[in-house]
């Protein structure tokens, strides 16, 4: 069996930092759909580096600052 | 409980694919079953139903499909996770229609040299009965596959 993680986010924290930005804003920034935004915030999906990225440079913010990884026991 | 309210319009259009798939499938083959040469032989019946379900499904998927886009108001572009839920489900309809065409034919294989081993010794595995089986089989996979992105879309990745 291999590491298991999972990835955090403080995407919601941000937004409400940035004016209260919505969704659907930070989807269009990103370049994702408002579904992609939702999923990320529910932690129901683990986006790629580039997407990763392109948040992280939306809130003018290092990637650590928004996204985490935790690794579980197996 | 769930309503279209709750989908994005992505997962309506799954949704929709998914109820007009087995509906016209459903459809076609309640009809084929009350025809004399059934399911096993060509007929003049069988073309002009395959041609009037070809023509409903044409005309179903652009009353539905259109529905749903006026009432969205915009196209959804497609982004990585929704590439990623596809690819998913595509692997899972593979396998679907891997190991379905497989199983048939494994089982044309039996049926043509020991008739009596056959599983369905009772049917004759006609050219039209094998065309209806993997007709059946492409059903499975579409359906496996809407069934899978739907899945995801709620569940996540």
Known sequence: ?74 | MLSLQHLSTREQNILATLTLDLLVTLYYFSELAGMETGLTEPSEQMGQLILKVIILSILASILLFGWIRWRSGEEEPRDERDYQIEAKANSIAYGVLFGAVALLIGHLIINAIDWHASVMPFLSFTPMLCAHALLVILLLSSTAKSVTQLYLYRRGI
């Open chain 1, 1 to 74: 069996m291999g590491i298991q993680g999972k990835i955090h986010n403080q995407i919601r924290r941000l937004r409400f930092e940035h004016d209260e930005m919505t969704q659907a804003a930070l989807a269009k920034a990103a370049g994702v759909t408002r579904q992609t935004i939702m999923s990320l915030e529910a932690n129901k999906y683990s986006p790629s580096l580039e997407l990763a990225f392109k948040i992280s440079r939306v809130f003018n913010k290092p990637l650590t600052e928004v996204f985490s990884y935790e690794q579980t026991e197996p």
